[in-house]
C-alpha cells in the first residue's frame, strides 16, 4: 500500500507540462519567464496594450512634406532636416532620415535653440527658421491660422504635425507617423473574437490615439495616460475582479507589466519591460500572442488531464492494496503489480505532457 501511494505522477503532473510547453512556447516565438504567466495567460479577459512601440512599429517616419505656395518640398524639407539634425527628440530623428532618403544635402546651423514641448529655432542659409508645434510659432509671432487648419486634418488620420516658419512666415508642415505593426491587426481580431476585451493604454495625445485606434477597430482608449499613471489604470480595470494583462514595450510600462495579473513585453523594447513581464513575445510580434494563449490553454487541459491519471491510479490503487477488495473477490495488490502500476502512472504523465511538443498554435 505504501508503494502504490507514492506520489511520484501528482508531483510531476503539473511541473512536467509547465516545462514541456515553456520549450513549445519557445519555438513559437514566446518566452515564458513563469509558470503563473503560462497558467493565467489562458484566463485572461481584458488586455490593456500600449500604443507606441507595442501595437506600432515605435519608430515614426517622415510622411509628408506640405510647403506653403513659394516653397518647395526639397527646400522646406532641407531647412526643417538640417535644423532637426541638432536635436534630440524622435521626431526630429525621423525628419534627418526622411531628408537623407530623399537624397537631401542638409545645411550648417547656428543660433540654435529648443523650447521643451515646443519644438527648435535656428539659422540656416541667413534664414530665420522655426520648427515646431502652433504655441511655438505663435509665441514668435507668426499667424500660424491656415497651417493649423491644414494640420488637423492630417492630426485626425493618427499623424504628428511639426509645423515650420522661415523669418517670421508659415512656410510649410512636416507630418511624421508611426506605423502599425503588420502584426497587429489579425493579433487583435483573434483575440478579440476570443473574447479579449482590448483596452488601448498611452501616454500620445488623444486625437492621435483615437485615429489609431479607428484604424484598428478599438473602442476603448485610455489615452494621455501619464507614465506613472499606467500602473493605476491596471489596477482600476483589475478592481472590476477580472484578470488583467497588460503589453508594452517601453521603460513607463514597467510598473503596470509588474503589477498586471500577466505582464507582456515586447523583444523588440526595453530591458525593464522585458524584466518587469512574465511573458516576452520575441521579434515584437503580437501573433505570437494569440498562440501563448492557445498553448496556455492546452497546458492547463494537459495538467489536469495529468492530474486524473496520478489522482486515478492512487484512488484505484490505494484501496485495491489496502486489501479493500479481498474480502469480495480475493485480490490484493502484490508489491511488485504496485510498484509496476506506481511507475505506470508517472510514464503516462510524462507521455501525456509530452503531447504538449506537438501542440498546433
Ligand atoms: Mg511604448
Known amino acids: 500500500m505504501v508503494i502504490i501511494a507514492c506520489p511520484c505522477a501528482l508531483g510531476l503532473a503539473t511541473p512536467i507540462s509547465v516545462m514541456v510547453a515553456t520549450g513549445r512556447g519557445a519555438t513559437a516565438g514566446v518566452l515564458f519567464k513563469d509558470a503563473a504567466a503560462l497558467e493565467k495567460l489562458a484566463r485572461v ?13 515605435g519608430r515614426p ?38 531628408a537623407d532618403g530623399r537624397g537631401i544635402e542638409l545645411l550648417p546651423v547656428s543660433n540654435f535653440g529648443s523650447v521643451t514641448g515646443q519644438g527648435v529655432a535656428g539659422t540656416v542659409a541667413g534664414l ?3 520648427l515646431g508645434n502652433a504655441r511655438l510659432l505663435e509665441s514668435r509671432g507668426v499667424a500660424v491660422g491656415a497651417l493649423e487648419e491644414r494640420a488637423r486634418a492630417r492630426r485626425e488620420r493618427g499623424e504628428t504635425l511639426v509645423l515650420v516658419a522661415v523669418n517670421g512666415a508659415p512656410a510649410g508642415l512636416l507630418s511624421v507617423a508611426d506605423p502599425i505593426r503588420a502584426s497587429t491587426p489579425p493579433a487583435l481580431a483573434a483575440l478579440v473574437a476570443d473574447g479579449v476585451d482590448v483596452v488601448m493604454v498611452t501616454g500620445d495625445s488623444r486625437a492621435t490615439a483615437v485615429a489609431v485606434a479607428g484604424r ?14 499606467k500602473r493605476a489604470v491596471v489596477e482600476e480595470w483589475q478592481a472590476r475582479g477580472r484578470p488583467v494583462a497588460m503589453a508594452g514595450d ?3 510600462d514597467a510598473p503596470a507589466l509588474a503589477k498586471a495579473d500577466v505582464g507582456i513585453a515586447m523583444g523588440t523594447g526595453t530591458d525593464v ?11 515584437g510580434d ?24 496520478s489522482f486515478g491510479y492512487n484512488a484505484l490503487g490505494v484501496p485495491i492494496a489496502a486489501g479493500l477488495l479481498y ?35
Do not use: C, Y
Open 286 to 309: 503580437l501573433g505570437s500572442l494569440v498562440r501563448a494563449r492557445r498553448l496556455s490553454r492546452a497546458t492547463m487541459t494537459n495538467i489536469r488531464q495529468n492530474l486524473w491519471f
Open 128 to 130: 530665420e527658421v522655426l
Open 273 to 283: 519591460a522585458i524584466e518587469s513581464a512574465g511573458i516576452t513575445l520575441l521579434h
Open 250 to 252: 517601453g521603460v513607463n
Open 327 to 361: 474480502p469480495l473477490v480475493g485480490w490484493l495488490l502484490s508489491p511488485m503489480v504496485a510498484s509496476a502500476a506506481m511507475a505506470l502512472s508517472s510514464v503516462s504523465v510524462i507521455a501525456n505532457a509530452l503531447r504538449l511538443r506537438k501542440v498546433p498554435l
Open 45 to 57: 479577459s481584458t488586455l490593456l496594450i500600449d500604443k507606441t512601440g507595442t501595437l506600432t512599429e
Open 216 to 229: 484598428l477597430g478599438l473602442s476603448r482608449v485610455e489615452a494621455e495616460v501619464t507614465p506613472d499613471r
Open 61 to 98: 517616419r517622415l510622411e509628408t512634406v506640405e510647403p506653403v505656395p513659394g516653397w518647395t518640398e526639397q527646400d522646406l524639407l532641407r531647412l526643417g532636416a538640417s535644423l532637426e539634425r541638432a536635436s534630440e527628440h524622435p521626431l526630429a530623428r525621423a525628419i534627418v532620415e526622411g
